[in-house]
């Protein structure tokens, strides 16, 4: 396995993992059909929510590489990859990165009380973001506060639920 097979490996597990916390489904994993990896979805109406079975869909990145800033994480995108998850859709499409430590092996530690993931993911909407012109690629800052935890997780499908903006 490349380190970067086994980067996309932990990513996965991630993002089963805290899916799995809220009791939410995470769907087949496709080949970046559309810029999609996966959609997470709940079961039921969230919150005060007036639609069932909230979901979005998600594009997972996984690194080693320093991209976490002092108030972002930096994720740089080719603008063909920009534009299809920026697309107007009814399921946001949120771009994740989870940050890993340098050597992808040390992400992962095990105890007979904790099977830990090192570090942590940050999420962002990118359903409606601008359009940009003239460039090859683009650099999207995600807020360091939209860590993409089990709360996280909770209340991005809450608000989907209660047709609320992300």
């Known amino acids: 396995m ?18 799995a916390a809220c009791g939410f489904s ?12 996966t959609t997470i979805s709940a079961d039921r109406v969230l919150g005060q ?23 972002h994480i930096a994720w740089s995108l080719e603008m063909a990859h920009y534009d299809k998850l920026r697309a107007r859709a009814r399921v946001p499409h949120l771009l994740v990165v989870l940050a890993l430590p340098d050597d992808a092996r040390d992400g992962v530690r095990h105890t007979v009380d904790a099977l830990l993931i090192r570090k942590c993911a940050y999420w962002v909407n990118m359903t409606g ?5 003239g460039q090859g690629s683009k650099t999207v800052q995600i807020p360091r506060e939209q860590v993409f935890s089990p709360e996280g ?14």
């Not at 490349?2 to 805290?18: C, F, L, R, S």
Request: proline share 6%; with cysteine; net charge negative.
């Open 2 to 19: 490349t380190p970067n097979q086994q980067q996309e490996e932990i990513g996965k597990a991630y993002v089963h993992a805290v899916a």
């Open 26 to 37: 995470v769907s087949q994993w496709s080949q970046d059909h559309g810029c999609i990896d």
């Open 49 to 71: 929510g007036p639609y069932s079975k909230p979901k979005v869909d998600l594009q997972l990145k996984a690194t080693t590489q320093d991209v976490v800033k002092d108030e």
């Open 153 to 166: 997780l909770l209340q991005i499908l809450t608000r989907v639920s209660e047709g609320a903006s992300l």
């Open 129 to 133: 973001m601008p359009e940009v012109v």
